[in-house]
Structure formats: structure tokens, C-alpha cells
């Protein structure tokens, strides 16, 4: 029997808070049933806001505008004909694994709860040229991120297979349509602030898939 990795699990470096409840944004009012079963397992209540009706980046323009009220709170944006789809492949994108440990512990539940793969994408910024002084300095620190969260995974959730990726590109190009996954995961707007950063924004306006927006401690 699989073993759902508890909301109290945390990273060896940083624990935050846990949100009790998980809010779904979507324009037609259905949950995806492996979001009630998450959401079941893990103890946490889920609340179903509409969408305003409208195709692709309509609606995820409406979910840009929601977000920041919701800062607080696990938030899941499903586009327009993707409330069916179980994710088997769950993409963790982490700018730094200390500072945002909530979006690894998230993906690998949902990946433990729908049986798929979990991949950590790290980006390393194109501003760095081939030959900068800097670019070496950012790949081996993107590997070794992603090096410590297949480790964390390991530990915590074995029966979910990880893998870790870098792209050279900037972390809001990395996350927009060209992404392959089935659930993207990351870091939600910051509390506070009247609009998102452009990572948030992008991923819901451009990426092909469900996202599901982690509170920052």
C-alpha cells in the first residue's frame, strides 16, 4: 500500500506552516477526482471558486487577478477542458529548495496520490553568455538543487520516481507553453503584493496544464 506522504513532512532546513485548505479555480465547477482524493487524504477542505467562462488564456487571465487575494491558501487553477485529467507527470519548478520547500513536499503528494513521476525543473537564465564567469557557478548550483530534492524525495516518498532537469532559459520562459507536464507546481505570489510576479503569470496564462500555487512562508 502506498504511503501519502503527511502534510507535517517537511525539509531537513525549513518547516512552514501547512494551509488547511486547498481552493480550486476552474470555469466549470468540477473537481478532478485525484483532487478530492489528495485533498481527503490530507486532511485538507476544498473550496471550489468559478472562473469567468472564456478559452485558454482568458480564463487564466481571471486567475491572475484572483491569486493574490487567495496568497494564503493552496490554490489550483485547472484550464478549461483539463478537469478529468489525472497528472502522472507532476513538474516542480524551484528557484532555490530552502526558501520554497512547500512546492516539493506538494508535488511529491500529488505524485504519491496519482501514482505519476515527479520532475524538478530548475532554470539557469540565458543572460549568462557561454562564456560568462557566473554560468558555471549557476549549473552546479541548479544541480546540486536538484540533486538535494531527489534526495529529500527518496527519502520521504520512495515509491515516487524523480528526476531532476535544467534548462537554459529564464524561469518565467520555463514554465510557459512549451513545458511538458501534467501539473505544474511552484511557489504562489508573494502576501501582500497586488498582482503576481511574472513566473505566476506566465504559468497561468501560457502553461499547457493544471497549476497548482504553493503559499510562501
Known sequence: MRRILSPEDGTDAVLTPVPARVVLL???GEVPRWTADWCRHTGRV???RRLRPGGGSDAGGHAVER?????????????????????????????????????LRHAAQVAEETGGELVVLHAVPRSFGERSIGLDAAVGAGQALVAAAARWTAAR???????????????HEAVGGNLRADLLVLGGPRPGRPEPGPVVSTALQHAPCPVLLVPRG
Open 26 to 28: 476552474t470555469t466549470s
Open 46 to 48: 476544498l473550496h471550489v
Open 67 to 103: 491569486v493574490c487575494a487567495l496568497a494564503g491558501d493552496l490554490v489550483l487553477v485547472v484550464p478549461p477542458g483539463l478537469d478529468g485529467a489525472t497528472p502522472r507527470r507532476v513538474v516542480a519548478a524551484l528557484r532555490d529548495l530552502d526558501a520554497e520547500p512547500g512546492v
Open 157 to 171: 516518498a520512495p515509491d515516487v520516481p524523480c528526476r531532476g532537469t535544467l534548462v537554459r532559459a529564464h524561469p
